[in-house]
């Protein structure tokens, strides 16, 4: 079977998906392809089905569409469309795809979500939520990646965030929802099978030299927090679909 975005729409049942008027017939293959290998890889190493990929059918992709100087790839709270550069998105797909998760679940897990905020600045703020088993695990994933084991220190990754910020005269690195998708790029990148279209960069990079991935013991306990929360909501959607309960 020949893999089209007209397929992966349809499996994941995205909300839409825009291919540029710039990409060619080929290009489009290409791309079509890869981004078929990436979302079945993310899927199988989240141990969850389709419809987290699609964020319930939430999520809309575009693919060499638009597109800014210096930016290889965004996320748009406000239209809830991940998009990837056709030249340079290459890599960047797991940290876009948990931007798109981290604003989805806000309103699911604060009782006031503004329509742009993420859990994740929500959780370092310390904003009433709403209490769930699922939603606890969520939150010690957000614990693993800011504070320190006894939770009572920045962690590792947030001070070398701030240090890095600081040096370049900026609030971008240390922001909790960019903190937390390298977090994630990293464990995705260390369980996953390699896959350079969905991450790569969270080793050996710039980026990793500075600090500014998870790393060590810190990076471990990351990755378990990850798999325990994902693995979870993976189990509870399965046991929901035979009884209309809804976990997020």
């Known amino acids: 079977m020949k893999i089209s975005f007209v397929h992966i729409r349809r499996q994941y049942d995205f909300r839409s998906i825009e291919v540029g008027r ?16 990436a979302l079945v890889t993310l899927m ?3 141990k969850v089905p389709e419809p987290v990929i699609s964020l319930k059918s939430s999520l809309g992709l575009q693919y060499g ?8 790839a965004h996320y748009i709270p406000a239209t809830r469309q991940l998009a ?6 290459a890599g960047s797909l797991a940290h876009e795809w948990f931007h798109a998760f981290d604003h989805y ?12 905020a993420f859990a994740s600045a929500l959780w370092l703020s310390s904003q009433a939520f709403k209490p769930h088993p699922i939603t606890a695990k969520l939150f010690r994933c957000f614990e693993a990646i800011m504070l320190n084991p006894e ?4 962690s590792q990754l947030f001070r070398a965030s701030r240090l890095v910020d600081q040096q370049q005269q900026t609030l971008y690195w240390a922001r909790p929802e960019e903190m937390c998708a390298r977090a994630f790029e990293a464990f995705v990148e260390d369980r996953a099978p390699r896959d350079g279209f969905l991450v ?10 500075l600090g500014l991935y998870p790393v060590g013991m810190e990076r471990d306990r990351v990755a378990d927090a990850f798999t325990d929360y ?11 679909a035979g009884t209309g309960d809804n976990p997020h």
Do not use: M
């Not at 990409?23 to 791309?31: F, I, L």
């Not at 569409?65 to 290889?72: K, N, T």
């Not at 994902?230 to 929901?240: D, E, T, V």
């Open 44 to 46: 199988n190493t989240l």
């Open 65 to 72: 569409i638009g597109g800014q100087l210096g930016v290889c």
């Open 151 to 154: 939770g009572t220190e920045p």
């Open 22 to 37: 710039w990409v060619t017939e080929s290009e489009r293959d290409r791309a079509a392809v890869r981004f078929h290998n």
């Open 84 to 89: 990837l550069a056709k030249n340079a998105g």
């Open 105 to 116: 679940i806000a309103s699911k897990a604060f009782v006031e979500a503004g329509p742009q």
């Open 200 to 209: 790569r960069g969270t080793q050996g990079s710039e980026e990793a030299r």
């Open 230 to 240: 994902f693995s979870s909501l993976g189990q509870a959607l399965g046991r929901a």
